[in-house]
């Protein structure tokens, strides 16, 4: 192959001599190594699906993780990949339940003249249609909020998203309709709804439900148990034509999340006559506490007083309701004692805090429900779930050697989520910026994130960042030859004009 210095040589001898010559055109050998992705499609849940902003939405389909891929994929061969399009311009979001209104996705908008910084706001949205085309060619077949023991059972056709592509709703599978298309090569990305709607309903579900998957509730917590046998059904189901390969991701920890972290758990603070109200308002309710510590000094209840603001506004604890709490009385000895505490260090409260209440005494005066907080109790037990997961993942995929491969996401995505996690003070726990190929990634809600609005999914260049990981995965175990993804050709989160 002649160099590029060997060319420019080359050149100005052509020029130098008056000879014509006419140059070949220099083509990368781009290709798909030890794999076939002409077949190719990809599997999964929202993280796949092209979710994001809180909703299923054409743009945001059309910058799935499955969707760049296939652009990659058809420099190696891959000629038809097709997703059940949603055909709406903000989609359906039901992370927002309201009875009266459909909302759709959020956008970042000025919604008056004075506004110096962009607000979060929801936009008007549409219940999904029946998808009108046909999936018979190899695609995305990602459904929102699928678990593990979803894929081979025919009820999930209720699941809004599945059933509007359902080859035969009430009686297909997803497994069975992904494999009528008999793919070549899959991305598989399970798992991160099998701990995640436990999570986002501050873990209210059963942590440790049967493993039998009719009785694991809608917000429960999948286990490792069931994990294992669902994800050995589904890997055996994909990988028992031995001539099919596959890429499967690991799942990031729950606190690496915007929805997680972007409230610090002592981010309200009380000015002026607030605070006197405040603490006037537990003044019985110390009373309460105190005689029953006295009495019970093995099973004692925390009491709820709040920092002295002084000259400056100080971050306080929200007052939480938590039903874990030791049974007391206040001091006529028949009156329960409610069973709020304030939030500790490293308890996480979620995104879906009504921030604009909290003004109005929520979190001082009014205590903020269990559904909204996640204890470091809850934490825990998410975080070794996930981790027995992922270990799953690692057992599993063992056992096709040259077949399947995982892709490691968790600690890359962590880096990312430490960039966007701030104390109540506004303080980064790091200056550092992360940076890829030069393009800024960060962890926070920014136009420079990687995360989408709703704080759980990533954005098209969340998408495009992990696609390159999947890709780096495929060149370093198939021996592929495929170009990384330019980030800059996909957005953060924008504002809407």
Not at 331 to 338: A, C, Q
């Given at each position: 192959m ?10 100005i ?11 070949p ?35 945001g389909?059309?910058n ?7 652009v ?90 599945y ?55 809608t917000?429960?917590l999948?286990?490792a148990?069931?994990?294992?046998t ?35 758990y ?7 006559s ?8 537990y ?22 007083d ?19 709490l ?13 069973k ?16 604009e ?24 037990v ?8 992922n ?24 880096q ?12 980064p726990?790091s ?67």
């Amino acid at each position: 192959m002649i160099s590029r210095i060997n060319i420019g040589f080359l050149t100005i001898f052509l020029l130098l001599s008056g000879c014509e010559y006419e140059f070949p055109e220099i083509i990368e050998d781009y290709n798909s190594g030890s794999t076939n992705v002409a077949n190719y499609v990809g599997i999964g849940d929202n993280f796949s699906a092209g979710f994001m902003d809180g909703a299923l939405f054409t743009d945001g389909q059309q910058n799935s993780l499955p969707a760049i891929m296939a652009v990659e994929f058809e420099l190696a061969g891959l000629t038809n990949f097709s997703q059940p399009d949603i055909s709406s311009m903000n989609g359906f979001n039901p992370l927002v339940p309201d009875a009266t209104k459909t909302y759709g996705r959020w956008v970042y908008a000025f919604t008056n003249e004075d506004q110096t910084e962009p607000e979060r706001i929801l936009t008007n949205g549409e219940t999904p249609l029946p998808f009108s085309g046909e999936l018979n060619a190899p695609g995305n077949f990602a459904v929102p909020f699928a678990r593990c023991f979803d894929f081979d059972k025919p009820e999930f056709s209720n699941n809004l998203y599945y059933k509007r592509f359902a080859s035969n709703p009430g009686n297909s599978t997803l497994i069975g309709d992904i494999l009528a298309t008999n793919p070549s090569f899959f991305t598989l990305w399970i798992g991160i709804y099998d701990y995640m709607v436990f999570a986002i309903n501050g873990g209210t579900g059963n942590p440790n439900p049967p493993s039998d998957p009719s009785q694991v509730g809608t917000i429960d917590l999948t286990p490792a148990d069931l994990f294992n046998t669902e994800l050995q059904t589904i890997l055996s189901i994909l990988l028992e034509n031995h001539d099919r390969k596959g890429l499967i991701a690991e799942l990031p920890m729950v606190d690496d999340f915007p929805f997680f972290y972007t409230l610090p758990y002592n981010f309200m603070t009380l000015i002026g006559s607030a605070l006197g109200v405040a603490r006037a308002s537990y003044k019985s309710f110390n009373e309460a506490v105190a005689l029953h510590n006295s009495k019970n000094p093995d099973d004692k209840r925390p009491y709820i007083d709040f920092n002295d603001n002084g000259g400056t506004p100080y971050p306080q604890p929200l007052v939480v309701v938590d039903n874990t709490l030791a049974d007391a009385f206040y001091t006529d000895g028949v009156t329960p004692l409610p069973k709020y505490r304030q939030l500790q260090e490293g308890e996480l409260l979620l995104l879906s805090l009504p921030v604009e209440k909290v003004e109005y005494g929520l979190g001082s005066i009014i205590p903020v429900e269990d559904t909204l907080y996640l204890s470091l109790d809850q934490i825990e037990v998410i975080k070794t779930r996930i981790s027995a997961f992922n270990a799953i993942i690692e057992q599993e995929a063992a056992k096709y050697p040259n077949q399947l491969f995982v892709v490691h996401l968790t600690e890359l995505i962590h880096q990312i989520a430490e960039t966007g996690k701030y104390d109540a003070w506004g303080r980064p726990p790091s200056t550092e910026i992360y940076q890829y190929n030069g393009v800024p990634l960060s962890g926070d809600l920014g136009l420079n994130s990687i995360f989408s609005l709703d704080g759980l999914q990533f954005n098209q260049r969340g998408n495009a960042f992990i696609a390159n990981r999947f890709l780096q995965t495929m060149n370093d175990q198939f021996s592929s030859n495929l170009p990384e993804i330019n980030l800059n050709a996909f957005v953060g989160n924008t504002v809407q004009r």
